[in-house]
């Protein structure tokens, strides 16, 4: 009774506030005794060689996606069919000077694992083929600047330099600054990486 009393004693103003106080705790009862009525979310996480793509499905109908593009300058491996291609090209390209057989060199500016990585991955192409390697202790700073590579031959092996570019371009491509050396046979070629790799899906390289 006197709690009664008391209600009827309270202004219009308390009276609401009161309400609102019940609904609330009502509502929060509600929503403990029956969780399955809750929108549920389920987060689904898939990777791929380029991308991790993350769903978000909402019930009941409602679906999101969103896709978070991985870091292109973190070294991919070659895939086998890129390897394949230009293994198969440097075959024909060894056996196209097997008259004068071709030197290649190697070389990389120090400062970036991921350009170690892809000079030491085109150096084994090359040695698998006998035709030369990754020199990884010619290391330099500042050398070269201004082109992502640098080839440097002697100044009668423009020809095979630019039949050696092309051998490798499945597998490397960029901006090449070509140098050619007084006193070099014609047969020594050497490729210098000093730009910042971008990787594709397959593992192809862009030096930048």
């Not at 308390?14 to 705790?25: E, M, P, Q, R, T």
């Not at 202790?137 to 092996?157: A, D, E, K, V």
């Amino acid at each position: 009774m006197k709690l009664l009393q008391r209600y009827r004693n309270l202004n219009l103003w308390n009276k609401v506030a009161f309400y609102g106080s019940l609904c609330s705790i009502l509502g929060l009862l509600f929503y403990l005794l029956f969780p399955s009525s809750h929108s549920k979310a389920k987060i689904q996480v898939s990777h791929s060689p380029g991308a991790i793509v993350q769903s978000a499905i909402d019930s009941p109908n409602a679906v999101q996606s969103v896709t978070i593009n991985e870091n292109k300058q973190q070294f991919r491996p070659a895939s086998p069919e890129i390897q394949r291609s230009v293994e198969e090209k440097l075959a024909t390209f060894r056996v196209q000077y097997a008259a004068t057989p071709p030197v290649v060199t190697i070389e990389y500016e120090q400062g970036n694992d991921e350009r170690f990585k892809v000079g030491a991955a085109l150096g084994e192409m090359l040695s698998k083929q006998g035709i030369g390697g990754f020199d990884g202790m010619s290391t330099y700073i500042g050398r070269f600047p201004g082109y992502g590579m640098t080839l440097r031959c002697g100044t009668n092996g423009l020809v095979m330099a630019s039949a050696f570019l092309s051998a490798i371009s499945n597998y490397l491509t960029g901006q090449v600054s070509i140098v050619t050396i007084r006193g070099w046979p014609a047969n020594k070629v050497c490729l210098y990486l000093n730009g910042t790799p971008s990787f594709s899906e397959n593992g192809s390289v862009i030096m930048e």
